[in-house]
Structure formats: structure tokens, C-alpha cells
């Protein structure tokens, strides 16, 4: 007996990258909540340097 092949429905696609992007946009806010802070003080630093070497 031969499996059965699986149907695509003609909107499964579209789901399915709804909700792919559904959770990058979750690991992104995860990401930025728990990293937020130290990525704008570095920024901040860099900027700060930065503006400070072009002054000379």
C-alpha cells in the first residue's frame, strides 16, 4: 500500500509565513528587552568617541 501524499492547501503558505514571521517579531522584542540597554550604552560610547576623534 502506498502512502497517501499530502495535499497543500492553497492558503497554507501564506500561514505558515505568517507565523514564521509571527515569531521572529517575538525573538526580536525578546532580544531588545534583554539586550536593549547594553546595545544603546555601546552605541552611546561608540557615538561619543567617534564625535570626540573628529574633533581633533
Same mark, same amino acid.
Request: avoid cysteine.
Given at each position: 500500500m @502506498? /502512502?497517501? /501524499?499530502v495535499?497543500? @492547501? /492553497?492558503?497554507q503558505g501564506l500561514v @505558515?509565513?505568517?507565523l514564521l514571521l509571527a515569531l521572529v517579531a517575538v525573538v526580536a522584542i525578546a +532580544?531588545?528587552?534583554v539586550f +536593549?540597554?547594553?546595545v544603546s550604552d555601546?552605541?552611546?560610547t561608540l557615538s561619543h568617541t567617534v564625535s570626540l576623534n573628529l574633533s581633533l
Open positions: @502506498e /502512502p497517501v /501524499p495535499r497543500s @492547501e /492553497p492558503a @505558515e509565513f505568517g +532580544g531588545l528587552l +536593549g540597554t547594553t555601546l552605541i552611546s
